[in-house]
């Protein structure tokens, strides 16, 4: 049997274990990119950078993102990033841009999927990150919306055509 090699278990829907290189640092990131905020734009050919985009007040502002898995092993190696993303920050004493420790934001996903199975769910809400149960829901009328207006307009093509 061929040796494989996995990360911690995070038991999360699409990721099973803890990521163990920047591919996977990044698979991680997709898996909770709705809750942290960011949009991302396009990647670096060697993943170690992206471009996304962050809300302000006043609009989306662009910036540069970098990835490690651990946040030791991006020291001094700024390269101009607004922000860091990484697994684990085990160097919150390092200066450098602010980090986004993914880990983190895994663990507060489990501990209230965990809330959610002792206390079964009241709605999408509960289940579905901040926001997206109202565009699912905003989807739905909008499909039902564009269902009706074709139903419509065959209606009116039948008529013009007097059938």
């Known amino acids: 049997m061929e040796k494989s090699l996995v990360g911690d278990p995070v038991i999360w829907p699409g990721l ?12 991680a990131l997709g898996a909770v990119i709705r809750s942290t905020g960011l949009i991302l734009e396009e990647f670096s050919e060697d993943s170690t950078t992206a471009v996304c985009r962050r809300q302000t007040a006043v609009g ?22 607004d922000l860091l993303i990484c ?17 983190n934001a895994f663990g507060s996903l489990q501990l209230a999927q965990q ?19 109202q565009d699912l829901l905003e989807r739905a009328q909008s499909h039902q919306t564009y269902e009706q207006t074709v139903r419509m307009l065959d209606d009116q093509i039948k008529k013009l055509q007097g059938g």
């Open 87 to 103: 697994w684990v920050d085990d160097a919150p004493e390092m200066s450098g841009p602010p980090r986004l420790a993914l880990s």
């Open 60 to 81: 989306w502002e662009r910036i540069k993102v970098a990835f490690a898995l651990r946040s030791s092993s991006f020291a001094g190696n700024s390269d101009g990033a």
């Open 115 to 133: 809330a959610s199975q002792i206390h079964p769910p009241r709605g999408l809400d509960s289940i579905l990150p901040e926001g997206a149960a």
């Open 16 to 27: 099973v274990y803890a990521p163990l290189n920047n591919a996977g640092l990044i698979f």
